[in-house]
């Protein structure tokens, strides 16, 4: 099984909604390895948020999963905005995966018409990148949403994500991160 991954990032400090607290990292990441065991998982393509992203990917790293992540922008600035803006020690996971997926030449940085952009060009390529692992694999595609379940809105993009995913054809699954 390829999966397709986008989740939610874990709530910032002062968050007046929770979304996925910190507290919660470990349960979410159990979910996670239980799902990618559990499917059978041989790839994991996503991005490389502090969050879901990052626990994805390191669980995948400990199977011996192919990894592909896709990133909006160069990497110092998605770890500066994306990553090491939350509670949490992300910053060193993100670089451990970066320099591992520079290594075998599975870094996609899609360059962003803009930045009110970039993060649904991000979830459409996550799933148009899975998708063409199924045709060169030969392996079935999922998506995988790890988020609360409740819409953030008109700006949602782990909730863009899985329309998007559904809307080519994919099956998705969710992980709750309460």
């Not at 910190?22 to 998982?41: D, F, H, K, Y």
């Not at 999963?65 to 922008?73: D, K, Q």
């Not at 994306?82 to 992300?90: A, K, L, Q, T």
Request: glycine share 8%; net charge negative; aromatic share 6%.
């Amino acid at each position: 099984m390829i999966i397709a991954l986008a989740g939610r990032r874990v709530d910032a400090a002062e968050a007046k909604d929770q979304r996925f607290p910190i507290q919660n990292v470990e349960l979410v990441r159990e979910r996670i390895s239980t799902l990618l065991q559990a499917e059978g998982a041989i790839a994991l393509v996503g991005s490389a948020a502090c969050g879901a992203d990052l626990l994805a990917m390191s669980e995948a790293g400990k199977l011996g999963l192919g990894r592909r992540v896709v990133l909006p922008f160069d990497r110092k600035k998605f770890r500066i905005t994306s990553v090491i803006d939350r509670p949490g020690d992300w910053g060193a996971i993100y670089d451990k995966l970066l320099d591992e997926v520079v290594k075998s030449g599975d870094l996609l940085i899609i360059p962003a018409k803009s930045e009110d952009e970039a993060y649904t060009d991000v979830n459409h390529a996550i799933v148009d990148e899975a998708l063409a692992l199924r045709q060169s694999l030969g392996h079935p595609v999922i998506a995988v949403l790890v988020w609360d379940g409740k819409s953030r809105g008109e700006q949602d993009f782990t909730q863009e994500f899985g329309v998007y995913a559904r809307i080519k054809g994919i099956t998705v699954v969710e992980i709750m991160t309460s």
